[in-house]
Every structure is written in C-alpha cells, then in structure tokens.
C-alpha cells in the first residue's frame, strides 16, 4: 500500500512555493509508491494555481478557515483533518511549524518543513529558540532550496537539515512562440523586451527595475518592460510608472499560467531582488534561453547559464541601466548545471526523502 503524504500550506494563491507544490502533485499523482494530496488553510478562490489545480483535478482539499481565523481555529481545524485522513508523512511549506506540531500531537506522522526564503531573515535569534524546541518535541525535519540556506538552519534549529532544490518542467521552456507571443502583446522584432516575473512585493525590489527603464527607454525608445504578476505593491508600481512618464511602454500582465511562452518573447530578464531562498522564476529564465541581470544577492546554486550578469541592488538605478543595455555581453561561469533543476530529477529525490531513505546531496 503506497505511504500517503500530505503538503500543507496556507493557501494555494500565487508564488513560487505554490507552483512547486503544484508540480510534485502532477508528478506523483500516479505513483505506485506514494499517495499525495494538499491540503490549504484558506479557500483563494480565482488566483492562479488554486484555479489550476481546479482545472487539471489535482488533490486538495481546502480546510475552508475564515481569513481571519485565529491559531487555535487553524490547530483545531488540522487535527481533525489529521486523525480523519490519517497521513503518513507531513510537508509543512512556509512558517506556521507550531500550529502543526500542536495539531499532530501523539500522532504518528513523519514531519517535514521546507522552508521557502532567506533563513536568516525570517528568523530571528528568539525565534529560532522558540521553534527550535518544537520541532525538536515533534519531530520536525527541516528541508532547504540551498546548501547555505541549510547551513544557516542548522545553526538556528541544531539539527542537519536536508537539501531539496526547487525544480521546473524543463521542456516547456522551448516553445518556439516567439513572434507569434510578441504580436499578442503589440511587440514587433525590434522592440527590446525587458521582462520580470514576480509577485509585487519589497523584496522584489520593483522600483529599482522600473527607475532603471526608465532610464533605458531614454536611451532606447524600442524598450518595453512586461511586469507578470499580481501583489500589494502592483498600484504603487503602476504609479511609479506614471510619475517616471514610462507608464504608456510597461506592460502589467497580471497572473499568468502561460509564463514559458511570455519568456520567449523577452530579450532580457531582469531580477533586483533584496533577498531570495530559491527563485523559481528565474530558473525557469534561464531554461527558456534568456540572458539574465540579477541581483548579486541571489544564491550562486540558481545560476546555471553562461549568460548572468550580477549586480548589487545597492548601487542604483542608472548602473541597473548600464548592465541591461550590455545584455549581449554578459558572460558567466556557472557552478551548477539546468539539468540538475529538472523536476523528474527532483522529484525523485522528494520521494527518498518520503520514503525515508538518506539523503546525499549535503555539500
């Protein structure tokens, strides 16, 4: 009988932990070892990849809490989904291990959490004490995007947490709709296409983007930047536009599930964020061909094409505008390769982990 396994998450909104929670499901939901569903707190009804999971008949139940629900709402609310559908694993996504580890109580349930973004700044030394002594009381095993995101975990939570990189549909990043994407969008061969893919967001750091085009499309009035997403900040960006006189030559697309063929008919992709765990974005950049400006606090273990340019997203908006107009230049030597990011290659390794076997790939 195949082990079953819950994802847990809050929501099933937009965002790259949702869209890797999505392709484990696609990827196992046949598999003759393992039975695999989700489960969210919270109904988001319309946004991307609830609407696709929707769609394509994906496992996920929705726990259906009020947004406003409190923590002993959500706890009570998982312990009674817990003891009805009995998992034999448990992968916790983003930060809310507390609730789970009081709903699991005296259960027997292998826990895991894969944490998301930056370690170290979305913990704080008190409470990394605090989480520290649940997990510990629980059971909870720490999964990381990044050998130094691990590195970092180990020392908050004293455990040796494990390594799982994100991973993408290598084959859907080569779809040949180039021209066909640019007429859909007004773009001629001549236009230079910038383009971001990202939830609007401070950490994404948009406004360095977009004073940075700013300053391009002075330079280069063929330039347009393509904005995909949807975010808090989307309006403030949108005005930021405006008062730059850029808004007319910015294309907001909003929340697309068609993201490789929107790649393809970019000329560069373009990414200044403040600090990242594992971009999924930008893997999915580099498979489809594109050279790449990104900021130098991405993690090296994301950048497997020759063509990177880094650049800190200290140093301001008119070095941004330099870089971009060098895209044809950029020259890089990656460490890692685009295969190892393949989401079979991934996937298997998530499997060893659920099927409790060691992992290997700690540096």
């Known amino acids: 009988m195949p082990i079953k396994v819950l994802e847990v998450i809050p929501e099933l909104s937009t965002g790259g932990a949702e869209q890797v929670i999505i392709s484990y499901l696609e990827k196992l939901k046949d598999d003759a070892d393992i039975s695999v569903r989700a489960v969210a707190f919270f109904r988001n009804k319309g946004r991307l990849w609830e609407k696709y999971a929707e769609e394509t008949g994906l496992a996920?139940?929705?726990?259906?809490?009020?947004?406003?629900?409190?923590?002993?709402?959500?706890?009570?609310?998982?312990?009674?989904?817990?003891?009805?559908?009995?998992?034999?694993?448990?992968?916790?996504?983003?930060?809310?291990?507390?609730?789970?580890?009081?709903?699991?109580?005296?259960?027997?349930?292998?826990?895991?959490?894969?944490?998301?973004?930056?370690?170290?700044?979305?913990?704080?030394?008190?409470?990394?004490?605090?989480?520290?002594?649940y997990k510990k009381a629980a059971g909870f095993k720490t999964i990381c995007l990044t050998d130094k995101m691990a590195r970092e975990a180990d020392r908050l939570f004293g455990e040796r947490s494990l390594v799982l990189?994100?991973?993408?549909?290598?084959?859907?990043?080569?779809?040949?709709?180039?021209?066909?994407?640019?007429?859909?969008?007004?773009?001629?061969?001549?236009?230079?296409?910038?383009?971001?893919?990202?939830?609007?967001?401070?950490?994404?750091?948009?406004?360095?983007?977009?004073?940075?085009?700013?300053?391009?499309?002075?330079t280069d009035n063929t330039a347009r930047l393509v904005l995909v997403g949807a975010g808090e900040l989307k309006e403030k960006t949108e005005d930021l536009c405006r008062t730059?006189?850029?808004?007319?030559?910015?294309?907001?697309?909003?929340?697309?599930?068609?993201?490789?063929?929107?790649?393809?008919?970019?000329?560069?992709?373009?990414?200044?964020?403040?600090?990242e765990g594992f971009p999924v974005s930008l893997l999915e950049a580099q498979a489809a061909g594109l050279p790449c400006l990104v900021s130098d606090r991405i993690t090296e273990e994301v950048l497997v094409s020759n063509r990177i340019k880094r650049l800190s997203p200290e140093c301001g908006e008119s070095e941004w505008a330099k870089g971009a107009l060098e895209y044809r230049t950029f020259c890089y030597a990656p460490k890692y390769s685009l295969d190892d990011y393949s989401i079979d290659t991934?996937?298997?390794?998530?499997?060893?982990?659920?099927?409790?076997?060691?992992?290997?790939?700690r540096k």
Not at 182 to 188: C, I, P, S, T
Not at 346 to 361: A, F, H, V
């Open 60 to 133: 996920v139940d929705y726990l259906g809490l009020p947004d406003e629900a409190n923590a002993l709402e959500i706890i009570g609310e998982l312990r009674r989904y817990f003891k009805k559908n009995k998992p034999d694993v448990i992968h916790a996504h983003m930060q809310f291990v507390k609730k789970i580890c009081v709903a699991s109580a005296l259960l027997p349930i292998r826990k895991y959490q894969t944490i998301h973004s930056d370690v170290s700044r979305i913990y704080s030394n008190k409470e990394a004490v605090i989480e520290r002594l």
């Open 244 to 275: 730059l006189g850029c808004l007319e030559n910015v294309l907001f697309p909003g929340e697309r599930n068609d993201v490789p063929e929107l790649l393809q008919m970019m000329d560069l992709f373009v990414f200044p964020s403040r600090f």
């Open 165 to 218: 990189r994100n991973g993408i549909d290598l084959k859907k990043y080569k779809t040949g709709v180039r021209n066909e994407y640019r007429r859909k969008f007004g773009f001629d061969e001549n236009n230079f296409v910038i383009g971001h893919v990202g939830r609007f967001h401070e950490v994404k750091n948009h406004e360095l983007l977009v004073k940075a085009f700013s300053e391009i499309s002075r």
């Open 346 to 361: 991934i996937t298997e390794e998530l499997k060893s982990i659920y099927l409790g076997q060691d992992q290997k790939n």
